[in-house]
């Protein structure tokens, strides 16, 4: 008897586990495929690459996404006519890190484009490039004559057919927009400022009043909470924020201020008293 009911116990263990595994399999994003614009055909199959292989596309370039949390590459080649294009959809894993790479790969003498994805971007007659969501996309012209107007259809349908959100990630709120210099807006996704406590920051560069300097936005790291070799120097401040500050040789002092959730970071000011007051002064609305 006793044999039978430890069978049976452990045949509703195999049971339970194989549940369990089974959501976390259907728990996993479904597969993403190239969408095909209307005109265009694919051109064989579907190339996918991971981190481990990446480096086989993107050579040079490899190590940079990475950095910012790469997980997969799917690059279909299309024609229409004699003209061809490459397009390559990149899961970035996170909206942040997405937004991090594209605003790296973004080039200052591009076209923007309305009501593509998130964000877009035309360099004609060259390439395009897409944010939306997860997904960093190249558009590249492979051959033949490829307009502006016929690379910004493909481009608004390659966005259309992907999933996901097409707002920008809702963490950009975080940065305060008084003194914001236009286009300044990016994402680090490790060693911010050179500094290895400084993980997963939203920054942007500022002027207020003449003065100029750096304002990030970041969540508490383990590197930074348990500061470790008293790199920084911790207190409390206004209205039980805790404050960070570390001086860094030839370029000042940096401050961070807030709490267990959320902190507010800035650099370029030597006078760590003057950084500090200009967060609580941001913080306020002031």
């Not at 950095?67 to 799917?74: A, D, I, K, N, R």
């Not at 210099?181 to 500022?206: I, M, N, Q, R, W």
């Not at 002027?207 to 508490?220: S, Y």
Request: proline share 5%; with cysteine; glycine share 12%.
């Amino acid at each position: 008897m006793r044999g039978l009911v430890v069978r049976r116990l452990a045949i509703l263990t195999m049971a339970a586990l194989l549940l369990l595994l089974a959501g976390a399999v259907a728990a996993q994003p479904a597969e993403v495929h190239v969408p095909v614009p209307e005109g265009w055909t694919a051109v064989d199959e579907e190339y996918r690459f991971g981190p481990e292989n990446l480096w086989e596309y993107i050579n040079g370039a490899a190590d940079l996404f990475l950095t910012y949390g790469f997980q997969e590459l799917v690059v279909l080649d299309m024609e229409q006519g004699d003209a061809a294009l490459s397009v390559s959809v990149y899961d970035m894993g996170r909206q942040l890190d997405a937004f991090g790479i594209y605003e790296s790969e973004k080039p200052a003498d591009g076209d923007g484009i309305d009501g593509v994805g998130a964000a877009a971007v035309l360099q004609p007659p060259y390439r395009g490039l897409i944010l939306k969501d997860r997904w960093y996309v190249k558009v590249e012209v492979g051959g033949g004559d490829v307009d502006a107007p016929v690379l910004e259809a493909a481009m608004r349908d390659i966005a259309a057919g992907l999933p996901g959100s097409d707002d920008l990630p809702a963490a950009l709120l975080a940065l305060p927009s008084k003194g914001r210099k236009p286009g300044t807006v990016a994402y680090t996704g490790s060693s911010f400022l050179g500094l290895d406590d400084l993980e997963g920051c939203l920054h942007a560069d500022y002027e207020v009043d003449g003065v100029g300097f750096k304002l990030f936005v970041m969540k508490p790291s383990k590197g930074l909470q348990a500061n470790k070799r008293g790199k920084w120097s911790v207190s409390d401040g206004k209205d039980g924020a805790t404050v960070y500050r570390r001086e860094i040789p030839y370029t000042g002092t940096v401050v961070l201020m807030g709490d267990d959730e959320q902190l507010l970071g800035v650099s370029g000011f030597t006078d760590g008293d003057q950084a500090q007051a200009l967060l609580e002064s941001m913080k306020d609305g002031s």
